[in-house]
């Protein structure tokens, strides 16, 4: 089960919805997510939140009406991705 | 019976089946395990094999002080060894993947669901919102409800705020200094001509970025703004681009700046090189002042159509280039999947559209009191000071050192049909921020407005004005909600009469382009649209892009919005529209 999440997103063209896979899967979206954090975790998929956050720490910001990436008023809120890690 | 004894007892008899291969090592492991009644006494054996296959290092730290641990720890790496080579996966990923296998399969011979309990109502609104065939189309009719409601919609509120900077609020500003003494000094002048003039020209466009924010601050708390995400992440994904382009360019329709930033999230330096090459394509909100002022001058029958084409030729510029880079100089391998996560829809509360609206909105205000103030001043400084003789503040604009070192860029525009050495300066500022274009051509064309003479008025008449104004502007707000779906409940006579700053701005592009002011004035939208980004923005780029590709973003930049305005100016006029 939890490879088979793996092989679907790796079998896959551009963008995944969560919500499709887990209809594809037949599994509850609790489930799913939770399988995604064990890949997140093996560093097998990668949470580009994260990425986002790290950006937010050494970005620099717009003058005086911007507090940086991470209290940036003008962000609009993002989906949250998992991409698969780039290949070595 | 120890707590443990108590804790297990009635647990045995359930456990899950991890296949041959790992039953036997669990086994193997179980028999060392036994062999150790230290160990024993401590930890159940089924559970400590297991544990040890999924190399708990917690555990691990524990049986390193155990007698006998050092031999179980030995025999547990060979395990793992011996597993990982003959499934070949991690023995903790086995493991697990043994373990949601079980759990699935219980859930579905235990939970009996209807195709409606899978499908919540998200997933049903997802069905349509995000499909191939309209997925597309309603993002672009979202868009353009946006920008009818924006440029529109907001445009009463436009006046009425114009209204009360030009007129209450630089009457008492004037009585002031009348006060203080300063009347017809230089420094009224710089209040008037410079301070006001600049910072109330692009404060004037206040209700209009609210509008915005607010409708971009429902599309956000609804939900949807993600679909979108997702629905033009898999159009660029068939176009051959990355996928997840899209989501730096969408958080660039607020800020060019974090949107360089946000090109973190694609890993491939190819592709985040290209999408940081793309990004500034999309419209700012400092650009929209820009976009409502001319559509309001040029084209005020279909303000709205106009801000919503200026956005969408963005997109669409971006792509285009996009797909050309991608099959030239970016040539790559495909593109790797991911998944994206959408939020469940819920109903926006008017606390958080309004926190969101009014934190956007602040920062432009806080903008306008810096950034422009500050430009402003600067601006009034080099207008007042003469070149070829004349005294300071008291030169003709034409012959200041502004207008003789912006008169540089005018032969250069000359073709576009915005030769002036205003809309140069204008371009020229616009550097520093997207906003001075709108502060710097209120300020330069304020200079020749001929004041109109006003009946003398007290505070209090002036604050009533305001208000009476204000309800007027709120109501007028009410019947041009309508417009949206094409419906017209003004009078044909009741449209506004146009401000003497977008007057004077025709005149100076009818006279330039020789008599084709509307296609002079497209123009000059379509190269605000596409030429460089402000500085700041470019300083984000150098960091994130590096300078070598900071530099072929600026100057091609510059050439493709010289290119473009070009193209729509002179292809215009061949063609004999405007």
Redesign the interface.
């Known amino acids: 089960m939890l490879n088979q999440v793996l092989r679907e997103i790796e079998a896959a063209s551009g963008a995944v919805e969560l919500g499709e896979l887990k209809r594809r899967l037949g599994i509850d979206r609790g489930a799913l997510e939770g399988m995604i954090q064990f890949w997140v975790r093996k560093g097998r998929l990668v949470d580009d939140q994260g990425a986002g956050v790290a950006a937010a720490h050494t970005g620099g910001s717009c003058g005086s009406s911007c507090a940086g990436y991470d209290g940036c008023a003008f962000i609009a809120k993002m989906p949250r991705t998992y991409s698969l890690p780039p290949e070595k | 019976m120890t707590a443990h004894d108590l804790a297990y007892s009635h647990r045995e008899a359930f456990s899950i089946d991890y296949g041959r291969e790992v039953e036997e090592e669990i086994a193997r492991l179980q028999g060392v395990i036994a062999a150790h009644p230290p160990i024993v006494q401590q930890y159940p054996p089924r559970w400590l094999a297991i544990k040890l296959l999924e190399k708990d290092q917690d555990i691990q730290m524990r049986l390193k002080v155990l007698k006998g641990g050092a031999e179980l720890l030995d025999q547990a790496e060979k395990s793992t060894a011996h597993l990982e080579a003959v499934i070949g996966?991690?023995s903790?990923?086995i493991i697990?993947?043994h373990r949601?296998?079980f759990?699935?399969g219980l859930?579905?011979e235990a939970v009996k669901r209807t195709r409606e309990d899978?499908l919540t109502l998200?997933?049903k609104i997802?069905q349509v919102v995000?499909s191939r065939l309209l997925g597309i189309p309603i993002f672009l009719v979202a868009m353009w409800i946006v920008f009818k409601l924006t440029a529109d919609v907001s445009a009463p509120y436009l006046d009425w705020v114009d209204g009360v900077i030009s007129g209450p609020f630089t009457n008492w500003a004037v009585a002031i200094l009348g006060a203080l003494g300063l009347s017809g000094t230089w420094v009224e002048s710089l209040m008037v001509d410079g301070v006001i003039a600049g910072v109330g020209g692009v404060l004037v466009f206040v209700p209009v970025l609210m509008f915005l924010y607010l409708a971009?601050a429902l599309l956000?708390?609804s939900g949807y703004?993600?679909r979108a995400?997702?629905v033009m992440?898999?159009l660029m994904?068939?176009l051959g681009l990355h996928?997840?382009s899209f989501?730096p360019m969408?958080?660039g329709?607020?800020?060019t700046?974090?949107a360089f930033?946000?090109t973190?999230?694609l890993?491939?330096e190819k592709d985040r090189i290209l999408t940081g090459l793309l990004v500034p394509f999309m419209s700012?909100?400092a650009r929209l002042p820009v976009y409502v002022l001319f559509a309001a001058i040029f084209f005020p029958r279909n303000a709205g159509t106009m801000v919503f084409s200026m956005y969408l030729l963005g997109i669409l510029t971006a792509v285009v280039l996009g797909i050309m880079l991608k099959h030239t100089l970016f040539k790559g391998k495909e593109?790797?999947?991911?998944?994206?996560?959408?939020?469940p829809y819920r109903l926006p509360t008017l606390r958080s559209i309004w926190f969101?609206m009014w934190?956007?909105t602040?920062?432009?205000i806080?903008?306008a009191w810096?950034?422009i103030l500050a430009t402003s001043i600067i601006l009034w400084f080099l207008m007042a000071i003469p070149v070829g003789g004349g005294k300071f503040a008291e030169t003709d604009v034409d012959r200041s050192a502004f207008a003789t070192a912006s008169s540089i860029v005018a032969p250069v525009l000359s073709p576009l049909g915005f030769g002036t050495w205003e809309a140069g300066s204008a371009l020229i500022s616009g550097f520093v921020?997207k906003e001075v274009v709108v502060s710097t051509l209120a300020q330069v064309y304020a200079v020749d407005e001929v004041p109109e003479v006003q009946e003398p008025t007290t505070f209090f008449e002036d604050i009533g004005e305001i208000i009476t104004s204000f309800v007027g502007a709120t109501l007028d707000t009410v019947k041009s909600l309508p417009l949206i779906i094409g419906i017209d409940l003004f009078d044909e006579e009741a449209e506004d009469e146009p401000t003497q700053l977008m007057q004077s701005i025709q005149q100076g592009f009818e006279t330039a382009s020789g008599g084709h002011g509307a296609l002079a004035g497209l123009a000059f939208m379509v190269f605000v649209l596409l030429y460089t980004p402000?500085m700041?923005?470019i300083?984000?780029e150098k960091?994130e892009l590096g300078a070598k590709w900071m530099w072929v973003s600026v100057i091609g930049q510059l050439a493709l919005a010289w290119l473009m305005a070009l193209l729509i100016f002179q292809g215009g006029k061949l063609l004999g529209l405007g």
């Open positions: 996966d991690d903790d990923v697990a993947d949601y296998g759990i699935n859930v579905r899978r998200s997933d997802d995000t971009l956000e708390d703004m993600a995400a997702f992440d898999r994904h068939a996928g997840k989501l969408l958080v329709f607020g800020c700046v974090p930033y946000a973190r999230t890993e491939n700012c909100g593109q790797s999947a991911f998944v994206m996560e959408l939020p969101h934190e956007r602040g920062a432009f806080r903008k810096t950034i921020a402000c700041v923005a300083a984000a960091q």
